[in-house]
């Protein structure tokens, strides 16, 4: 087993600077979700709205954990010495958003 060494505080600076702007993109999921719900007309029932809305706070929240869980899993690799784990975080937020941002789309322009 090797023991816990101190990483480079370049390293660790920038894996906090990773976890800060996976928060900074959760927020903004939160905010355009909210928005989506409170703001957007996209029909009498307003329901593609909601569903939006939904998707990009549910997106939100899970963009919160796993990027808390990615940021302390790449300490525990920093400490370890061994390879950042691989995450797929970041293809997950894009889908999301770029499924949301057609059926935005799709619904604006049938209205």
């Known amino acids: 087993m090797i023991p ?8 660790t600076l920038a894996n ?8 900074r993109t959760s927020l903004a999921c939160y905010a355009g979700g909210l928005s989506a719900v409170q703001f957007l007309d996209l029909g009498p029932d307003r329901w593609p709205a909601k569903i939006i809305g939904i998707v990009l706070v549910g997106a939100g929240l899970v963009t919160t954990a796993g990027a808390f869980r990615r940021w302390q899993a790449n300490t525990s690799a920093m400490r370890g ?3 950042l784990p691989v995450t797929r ?8 958003i770029v499924v949301v941002g057609l059926v935005g789309l799709l619904f604006s322009l049938w209205r």
Do not use: C, K, Q, S
């Open 4 to 11: 816990d060494e101190e990483p480079d505080y370049r390293f």
């Open 16 to 23: 906090e600077r990773t976890y800060l702007a996976y928060l």
């Open 81 to 83: 010495g061994r390879p």
């Open 89 to 96: 975080l970041p293809l997950m937020l894009g889908a999301t």
